[in-house]
């Protein structure tokens, strides 16, 4: 039987509520992309993390689903640093999820307000778990990796938690957006991390950092040309042979713009 308009709004924006809910706040683009768009069942190439672009359709049928959940008050409204319209849960929005069966919050203290800093670096996140979500990938965003809704839990692994996970099947993609330089003391535990991860992925008897039937993939770095032309040199020095470096890890300078733009 096909559905009526009213059912049809009604699913949209619930699943622009779910969207919400895990990843804390999105922008009007990056819920077309996410919602509608139909995603893949599961990978069918090598993983790429490059944004997802929505289609001019799927952002006016977002545009007019959040009319809708904005005269509802079911989400609110915020401005990022670089003048676009944000959104996240209002507390009748967390409400109506928990009636839902989601342990849903509002989001209001995540638009309130934030450095552009921060806004770029969970700007870009959201793109990557967006456009691995779309590809077929199981995804953990920033926000349930920072609230320890992840395989990795609030310890991390090793004491490290990416800013994205994405998943195929047991296969890890640890994602890290490195936006600013880091400081000498957590530039050092990245390099021991990398050393720990390395000697874990290739024992004979399987991974013992992962879960049973978990495997690295690889260690993305979004960053700048400088970022991995260090780390790139620093790993040599410590020992690593190239090619185990372009085994475990994979960079890109290109995707994503690292700069913060800010509206007077």
């Known amino acids: 039987m096909q559905k009526d308009g009213r059912q049809i709004a009604r699913e949209n924006g619930v699943r622009v509520l779910r969207a919400l809910h895990r990843f804390g706040w999105l922008r009007t683009r990056d819920l077309a992309a996410l919602c509608w768009r139909r995603w893949a069942s599961r990978p069918s190439g090598p993983l790429d993390v490059g944004p ?61 307000g934030f450095s552009a800093a921060y806004y770029r670096h969970r700007l870009i996140s959201n793109q990557i778990a967006i456009s691995g979500i779309v ?63 390395l000697q874990d992925s290739t024992r004979r008897d399987g991974p013992q950092l992962l879960g049973p039937g978990q495997i690295w993939g690889r260690v993305i770095f979004i960053c700048r040309p400088a970022f991995e032309a260090k780390l790139r040199r620093d790993l040599s020095s410590a020992g690593w042979p190239h090619q185990q470096v372009d085994a475990l890890t994979s960079f890109n300078s290109a995707l994503y713009s690292l700069e913060d733009t800010l509206f007077s």
């Open 52 to 112: 997802t672009l929505p289609t001019a359709s799927a952002v006016r049928m977002t545009q007019r689903t959040m009319r809708r959940l904005r005269d509802a008050h079911l989400v609110i409204v915020g401005q990022g640093p670089d003048g676009s319209v944000i959104y996240a849960l209002s507390e009748g929005g967390a409400r109506a999820l928990k009636n839902a069966g989601a342990s849903a919050t509002s989001g209001k203290d995540l638009v309130r």
């Open 135 to 197: 590809q077929g990938f199981r995804a953990s965003t920033e926000r349930e990796i920072a609230q320890g809704l992840w395989l990795g839990g609030e310890a991390g692994i090793l004491g490290k938690r990416p800013d994205v996970l994405l998943r195929n099947g047991g296969q890890l993609f640890f994602v890290e957006v490195e936006k600013s330089r880091k400081n000498a003391k957590d530039y050092k535990a990245l390099l021991v991390w990398l050393g720990r991860v």
